[in-house]
C-alpha cells in the first residue's frame, strides 16, 4: 500500500461510540479516514489521532472510493448524503435497519451510480479493534464491493458474507438480536422470581443459570433440523402435550412469588396454541414445531 492509498484509505461518516471506536481501530492500523459527523466537535478528538476531518458529507465522500456509513438510522443516512456525488463510490452502510430499508437504499445507491454493501454489526464498540472478543459485522448486497476492500473492513472486526440479497445482513442481525433479547428475557423472568427470596442469592443462581442455559443449547441446531425436515416427531424426549401440561406450575408460581409472567407469558401461550390447533397431530411433537405459529 502507497502513502497516498494509506492516507485516503476510507470515508466514516458517523461518528457515535460505535463509527469513532471504528475510526480509531483504522487509525491504529495506519490508516488516515476522512470523517464527517454532523455534531463537528465529536470529530475533534480524531484528528489529534490521526484523522482528517470534512465540514460536509459531500467533502468527506469526494477523496475516497469506500464510504463507510454508520448514523442514527435509515432515514440519517438518507439526508447525509442527499445530493452527494456517489458515482463510482462503494457504500457500506453499517446503520442499523430493517432489511427492507437496505434493499431500498441498495437501489437508491445503485441509481446514484454507487455499488452498495449492508452491514449488521454484531459487537459492542468495546469489542471493536479486539479480535479475542469475537466480534463481526454481516454483510451483504455487492461480493464483488466487500472483495475488493475486505483488507480494510476486517481492521476494526471479523467480515461475515452472507449474500448478494442486500436485506439479508439486517436479517441476520435481527434475528440473533432478538434470540439475545429472548434470552435476557427468560434469565431476568429467573432472577425476578427468586429476587429478595432468603437463601436464594444472585450470586448463587448465576452459576446454575449458565450451566442450564448451556444445557439446553442443543435446542438450536434440533430447531433447525426440524425445520428443514419439517419432521417434529422423531426422537422427541420432551413432548408438547407434556410441556403444555407442566407450563401452569410456571405461571402459578410466578403469580405465588409476586412476578409479572409477562417475559415468558407469550411462549407458553404459543405452544397452548400450537397443541389445541390439532392436539392429535401435535401432543407429541417436539416444542420447536411452535415456531410454525408464529408466521402470518
Not at 15 to 29: E, N, Q, V
Not at 91 to 115: D, F, I, K, Q, S
Not at 206 to 226: I, K, Q, T, Y
Request: with cysteine; net charge negative; proline share 4%.
Amino acid at each position: 500500500m502507497n502513502d497516498t492509498t494509506a492516507r485516503n484509505s476510507l470515508t466514516l461518516l458517523g461518528l457515535g461510540d460505535m463509527g469513532a471506536a471504528l475510526a480509531r481501530t483504522w487509525i491504529a492500523a495506519g490508516h488516515t479516514p476522512t470523517v464527517w459527523n454532523r455534531t463537528a466537535s465529536k470529530a475533534q478528538a480524531l484528528v489529534a489521532e490521526g484523522a482528517v476531518a470534512a465540514p460536509t458529507p459531500a467533502a468527506a465522500v469526494a477523496p475516497n472510493t469506500l464510504v463507510v456509513v454508520c448514523l442514527l438510522d435509515d432515514a440519517s443516512v438518507g439526508s447525509a448524503l442527499e445530493g452527494v456525488d456517489l458515482d463510482g463510490k462503494d457504500l457500506v452502510n453499517l446503520t442499523t435497519g430493517t432489511p427492507a430499508e437496505a434493499r431500498a437504499r441498495a437501489a437508491w445507491a445503485e441509481e446514484r451510480g454507487a455499488r452498495y454493501v449492508d452491514g449488521g454489526i454484531m459487537a459492542t464498540p468495546t469489542m471493536i479493534g479486539a479480535p479475542e472478543a469475537g466480534g463481526y459485522v454481516f454483510y451483504s448486497g455487492s461480493r464483488a464491493a466487500v472483495e475488493d476492500h475486505r483488507a480494510l473492513l476486517e481492521v476494526p472486526v471479523g467480515v461475515r458474507f452472507v449474500g448478494e440479497d442486500p436485506g439479508h445482513a439486517a436479517l441476520h442481525d435481527v434475528a440473533l438480536l432478538s434470540a439475545m433479547y429472548g434470552l435476557f428475557a427468560g434469565i431476568s423472568h429467573a432472577y425476578a422470581l427468586t429476587e429478595g427470596e432468603e437463601g436464594v442469592a444472585p450470586k448463587d443462581l448465576a452459576p446454575l443459570l449458565s450451566e442450564w442455559l448451556g444445557a439446553m443449547g442443543f435446542f438450536v441446531g434440533n430447531a433447525a433440523e426440524r425445520l428443514t425436515s419439517r419432521d417434529f416427531t422423531t426422537g422427541v424426549v420432551s413432548n408438547l402435550a407434556m410441556q403444555v401440561a407442566a407450563s401452569g406450575t410456571l405461571l402459578r408460581t410466578a403469580q405465588e412469588q409476586g412476578v409479572d409472567a409477562g417475559l415468558i407469558s407469550p411462549y407458553l401461550e404459543l405452544m397452548r396454541r400450537r397443541l389445541e390447533a390439532d392436539p392429535a397431530a401435535h401432543g407429541g411433537e417436539d416444542t420447536s414445531g411452535a415456531i410454525l405459529m408464529l408466521k402470518r
